[in-house]
C-alpha cells in the first residue's frame, strides 16, 4: 500500500498542490522519482536515504517508487525531500500515516536529517489552507513568514526526528503564531528632516507619492538624487495588510526573508546597479525568479544613471510601468509577477555630468546634452509624470539652509490626498472592470477627461504654455495628471492655474530648447 | 536689372552643364574661372582635351575628368535633383536675388530647394554655434523684430546662433532662408531636420554643393560669402575672435553692405568678435529699430511700446527682482519672497509672454 503525502511546488507567484506517493516494493533497491521531477528534486534521493539513516531510521533495502501528482507541472527545488523522507518511512511502517492527509508538508534535508529552510513558505501555507488542511508542515526557519496566514496550524520542525515524534504522536509541536514585530526601525529609518535645502525637490517627491507619479532626477553628481530618493518610502502610505502580504510573497518566493522576519511591513526600496541584466530587472531565468520591479512591487525601484542601463533593460520596463506587472513566457507556460512600484530614475543633466553645475565648468555643448537626453526613449518618458532639475548647492547654501520638514508631517498631506483619490476612484473601481486605480497615476485617457477638468483660464494659460514653450504633445496629458495631484494635495476640487504652472514646471525633457 | 545676358540661351540650358561641372572635382575646384574661360559652362563640360590643356589640366587630369565625364549622365542626374525637389538657380534667372548678383565672387550657379519671394531687405544673422542663451534669445528677438516687417532673414543653418534666427524668424511669421555647406540632401545638424523643412516651407535652402556632399569644414568659408553677398547687412551677435561669424562680417565689408555688432561682456571669449567688429566701426545694436535705422528702410516702424508696460503690477515686480542673472528655481524663491507656487506661475507667465527664458540646465534667464 504506497503512502501519500501532500506537499506543493511554487509556480509564479502561487503554490500548486502536489501528491507525493512513495511505493516499495520487491525487486533489486533503488529509488526512480517519476512525475516531471527536475535535477534538484531527483538529487532529493541521495539526501533522504542519508537523512534517513542518519536520523536512526531503516532506509528499506526495498524498489522505490516516487511519484509526483499531477505529473503535469514541473517540480523545482529541494522541497520535496521531506514529503519523500516521510513516505518511506510510512510504507515500510517506521510512522504511522494516519494524520498525513491533515498537513501540507515541505521541507529540505540535509545529510544529518536537519530540515533546511525553504523559498515560498508562505506561498505554501496559502496553498494548505486553500486545501482546506488542517495545517502545514514547515522548517523552523521558515515557519515565521507563514505565520501571517491564520485558520492554520504553521508546525514548525527543525529535524526529521521532530516531524516522525509529531506524526507518531509521540510529541506535541506548538504551532507559531504570528506576532507584530515591535519595529524599531522607524528611528533609523531615512527622513526628509535629514535633507538640508532642496525644497522644490522635496516637493517633487511629494507630489510624486500623492499621485503615485514616476519621477526623473536630473542633476549632477553629488547633488543627492540618491539621498533624496531613498526617503520617498518614508512619506508613503502606511502598507495595507493585504499590500503587506503580496510584498512578503514576492520576498519568500524570492527567499529573501530573513529567519526571524515574518510580514514585511515597510514598503521596499530597491536600487539595482546599471549593469543589471533583462531577468534580473524583470525576473525570469531558466527557474523563473521575481526580478527587481518585482521584488519593489508596493514600493519604490530607484534606477540610477538611467541612461546607462542597457537599451534592452529599459525597454522591458515599459511593460511594468504600464500594467503593474510582469509576464515571463517559458515553453511550458506563462508566469506573471506583481510589479505596482513608483520609479524614481535619476540622470545626469549632461554626458560630463556638471551642466548647471556652479562648482564645475560643463564641456559639453548643448546639442550633445539634447543627445544625452534623447537616449530616454520616447514612450519611456511618457510614464514618467515628473522631470526635474536636481542642483548641486554649494557649502555655503547648505549652511543657510534650515532643517528640512519631517517625514511625518509630509505624509500627512499625502494621506490626505491619497484619501481624496480613493473617494475618487470607489465608483469606477466598484464596476468591476478589472484594473484597479489607487492614485492619479494610474488615470487613462478616459478617466483623465472626466476628472482632470480644468478652469477656463487654467485652460488657457495651458495651451498657451504648451504653444510657447514647445512642450510635445504627450506633455499635455501628463500636465494634466500631475495638476489633479496638486490640486489634491492643496485639497482643491477644482484644477486652477497655479496647480497647471507647476505640473508645466516638471516637465523640464518635453521643453525645447534653442 | 540684370548688367549683361547672353544671348539665345534655350531655357534652363546652361544648368545641365554646371550641374556636370560641380559633379566633376576637378572642374569644381575652380569652377566660375574655368567657366569663363572656356566660354561658358557648356562650352567647359564638352571641351576636349587640347582645350582641356589650354585651361592649365595636366595629362593625367584630362584623362581622369574625361573618363568620370563619361560616367555621368546629365538627364539622370537631373532627374535625381528634381525628384528631391531642388533645382538649380543660375545668374541668368529671374529670380536670381539681385544682391547676390551685385556682390563680386557670387556662385554662378546654385542649388536651391524651396523659392526666394520677392522682399524688401534681407538681413544675415550670424555667430557662434556655441553661443549662450543670452545670445541665443537676443537673436531670436532680433529675427522675429525684423522678420515681422518683412524683412528676410539669411543664416546658415547652423547650431546656436543660427538656428536661434532661423526660429526666431519663423515664430514671427517672416521669411527666411538658409546657406548650407553641404549637399541640399543631408541635414546637417540634424536636429535641425524640421527646422530645414519650416524654413523650405517658408522660403528655401541654398547650397553651391552637389548632392552627397559633407559638411566638410572647407565649404563654410565659401559659404558664408554666400550669406554676406545675398544680404543687406550682416548682424553678429555672439562670435569668437576666430570665428566663421567674422569671416561672413569681412565679406560683408569687401561687399560694401553694413556690418552690426551686438555688444557683450568684454571679457568673455564670446563676445571678443562681435566686441571686435565695433572696434572696427560696425553699427552697435541693441535692437532691431537700431537696423532699421541704419539700413533706413522707410515706411517700417517697429513697436515702440516700454516692453514692461505689458506686464501686470506682480508680473513687473516679479521681473525686476529676477534681475539679469541667471537662476535656478530655488535661488528664485530664495531670492523673491514670493510661494512657490506663485513663482510657478509668474515664471511661467513671464516665459509665455517672452520676458524669460528657461535654459537647458534648469536656470531662468530674463531676455527682455
Redesign the interface.
Known amino acids: 500500500m504506497p503512502a501519500k503525502v501532500l506537499s506543493a511546488t511554487v509556480v509564479g507567484m502561487s503554490a500548486m498542490p502536489v501528491e507525493v506517493e512513495v511505493d516499495a516494493s520487491l525487486g533489486l533497491p533503488r529509488v526512480s522519482i517519476v512525475g516531471l521531477a527536475d535535477t534538484a528534486v531527483q538529487e532529493s534521493k541521495e539526501r533522504v536515504r542519508s537523512g534517513i539513516e542518519n536520523s536512526e531510521y531503516e532506509f528499506p533495502l526495498k524498489r522505490i517508487v516516487v511519484n509526483m501528482a499531477p505529473a503535469n507541472i514541473r517540480k523545482e527545488g529541494p522541497v520535496f525531500d521531506l514529503p519523500i523522507a516521510l513516505g518511506v518511512l510510512a510504507v515500510t511502517g517506521q510512522v504511522p500515516a494516519e494524520r498525513f492527509g491533515d498537513y501540507l508538508i515541505a521541507g529540505e534535508l540535509s545529510l544529518t536529517g536537519e530540515i533546511r529552510r525553504i523559498n515560498g513558505a508562505l506561498l505554501l501555507a496559502i496553498c494548505a489552507k486553500a486545501q482546506g488542511k488542517r495545517g502545514v508542515v514547515l522548517p523552523a526557519e521558515s515557519a515565521r513568514e507563514a505565520s501571517i496566514i491564520d485558520g492554520i496550524d504553521i508546525i514548525p520542525v527543525a529535524n526529521l526526528n521532530e516531524v516522525v515524534d509529531f506524526f507518531a504522536g509521540r510529541a506535541v509541536i506548538e504551532p507559531v503564531r504570528y506576532r507584530a514585530e515591535v519595529s524599531d526601525a522607524g528611528e533609523f529609518e531615512p527622513d526628509f528632516a535629514d535633507v538640508k535645502g532642496q525644497e522644490h525637490i522635496k516637493r517633487a517627491l511629494e507630489v510624486a507619492a500623492a499621485g503615485g507619479h514616476n519621477i526623473l532626477l536630473i542633476g549632477p553628481p553629488g547633488s543627492g538624487k540618491t539621498m533624496l530618493a531613498s526617503r520617498l518610502p518614508s512619506i508613503l502610505p502606511l502598507l495595507s495588510l493585504d499590500e503587506a502580504i503580496e510584498v512578503t510573497k514576492v520576498y519568500s518566493v524570492a527567499g529573501m526573508l530573513s529567519p526571524e522576519q515574518s510580514l514585511i511591513t515597510t514598503r521596499p526600496f530597491r536600487e539595482p546597479h546599471h549593469t543589471i541584466s533583462n531577468a534580473g530587472l524583470i525576473g525570469g531565468g531558466s527557474y523563473p525568479r521575481p526580478g527587481e520591479v518585482s521584488l519593489s512591487h508596493n514600493g519604490v525601484l530607484f534606477l540610477d544613471e538611467f541612461p546607462e542601463f542597457s537599451k534592452g533593460v529599459l525597454q522591458v520596463l515599459r511593460q511594468p510601468l504600464e500594467e503593474g506587472k510582469v509576464t515571463i513566457s517559458r515553453a511550458s507556460g506563462s508566469l506573471t509577477y506583481p510589479a505596482q512600484f513608483t520609479l524614481v530614475a535619476a540622470m545626469n543633466p549632461c554626458p560630463c555630468g556638471h551642466l548647471g553645475d556652479r562648482a564645475k565648468q560643463c564641456i559639453c555643448g548643448p546639442h550633445r546634452v539634447q543627445q544625452y537626453r534623447g537616449r530616454i526613449s520616447g514612450p519611456l518618458l511618457d510614464r514618467i509624470d515628473i522631470h526635474i532639475e536636481v542642483p548641486r548647492l554649494s557649502k555655503d547654501e547648505l549652511m543657510r539652509s534650515s532643517d528640512g520638514e519631517t517625514s511625518s508631517r509630509i505624509k500627512r498631506r499625502i494621506d490626505s490626498a491619497r484619501a481624496v483619490q480613493g473617494e475618487r476612484f470607489q465608483t469606477i473601481n466598484s464596476n468591476g472592470n478589472g484594473r484597479l486605480l489607487v492614485n492619479n497615476s494610474h488615470m487613462k485617457a478616459r478617466e483623465v477627461k472626466r476628472f482632470c477638468v480644468l478652469t477656463p483660464e487654467a485652460t488657457s494659460f495651458l495651451e498657451a504654455s504648451v504653444d510657447k514653450l514647445g512642450l510635445s504633445g504627450r506633455a499635455f496629458e501628463r500636465v494634466l495628471k500631475v495638476s489633479r495631484t496638486i490640486a489634491d494635495l492643496s485639497g482643491s476640487e477644482r484644477i486652477e492655474i497655479e496647480h497647471v504652472a507647476e505640473a508645466v514646471q516638471y516637465r523640464a525633457l518635453d521643453r525645447k530648447y534653442i | 536689372m540684370r548688367l549683361e545676358r547672353h544671348d539665345g540661351v534655350p531655357d534652363g540650358g546652361d544648368k545641365k552643364y554646371w550641374l556636370g561641372i560641380k559633379l566633376v572635382p576637378a572642374f569644381r575646384n575652380r569652377q566660375y574661372t574655368l567657366a569663363e574661360k572656356a566660354g561658358g559652362p557648356r562650352a567647359l563640360w564638352e571641351s576636349d582635351h587640347i582645350a582641356l590643356s589650354g585651361l592649365g589640366f595636366t595629362d593625367k587630369d584630362v584623362a581622369e575628368t574625361a573618363a568620370l565625364r563619361a560616367a555621368i549622365d546629365l538627364d539622370e542626374e537631373l532627374e535625381k535633383l528634381s525628384v528631391r525637389g531642388i533645382s538649380i538657380m543660375t545668374d541668368e534667372d529671374e529670380g536670381f536675388p539681385q544682391l547676390l548678383l551685385d556682390a563680386p565672387w557670387h556662385p554662378k550657379a546654385f542649388f536651391i530647394k524651396g523659392t526666394l519671394p520677392a522682399c524688401d531687405a534681407s538681413i544675415a544673422i550670424v555667430g557662434s ?2 553661443a549662450t ?1 543670452q545670445g ?2 537676443f537673436a ?1 528677438e532680433l529675427a522675429s523684430a525684423l522678420a515681422a516687417v518683412g524683412v528676410m532673414v539669411v543664416s546658415g543653418g547652423a ?2 546662433i543660427d ?2 534666427a532661423h ?1 526666431g524668424a519663423l515664430e514671427a511669421g517672416g521669411l527666411t532662408a538658409a546657406v548650407l555647406g553641404c549637399g541640399l540632401d543631408l541635414v546637417y ?1 540634424p ?1 535641425n531636420r524640421n527646422l530645414f523643412a519650416q524654413i523650405e516651407e517658408r522660403a528655401a535652402l541654398i547650397s553651391e554643393y552637389p548632392l552627397g556632399t559633407q559638411p566638410f569644414p572647407r565649404n563654410f568659408p565659401a559659404r558664408n560669402r554666400i550669406v554676406a553677398g545675398m544680404c543687406n547687412g550682416v548682424i553678429v551677435v555672439e562670435a569668437a575672435l576666430k570665428s566663421g561669424a567674422l569671416i561672413t562680417a569681412d565679406f560683408a565689408l569687401e561687399y560694401g553692405r553694413d556690418v552690426f555688432a551686438a555688444p557683450g561682456y568684454s571679457k568673455s571669449p564670446m563676445s571678443k568678435g562681435a566686441n571686435a567688429l565695433i572696434k572696427q566701426g560696425a553699427h552697435l545694436i541693441e535692437s532691431a529699430q537700431d537696423v532699421l535705422d541704419v539700413l533706413s528702410l522707410t515706411g517700417i516702424t517697429l513697436d515702440q511700446g516700454e516692453p514692461l508696460e505689458r506686464l501686470s503690477g506682480p508680473e513687473k515686480d516679479f521681473l525686476i527682482q529676477l534681475g539679469w542673472e541667471p537662476k ?3 535661488e528664485v ?1 530664495r531670492n523673491i519672497p514670493v510661494d ?3 513663482a ?2 509668474l ?3 513671464l ?2 509672454s ?1 520676458f524669460v ?7 531662468y534667464l530674463r531676455i527682455k
Open positions: 554655434r556655441h542663451l541665443k534669445a531670436m547650431r546656436g538656428t536661434a526660429t545638424p536636429e535656478r528655481f530655488d524663491t512657490t507656487a506663485t510657478s506661475v515664471l511661467l507667465t516665459e509665455i517672452g527664458r528657461r535654459d537647458i540646465d534648469g536656470c
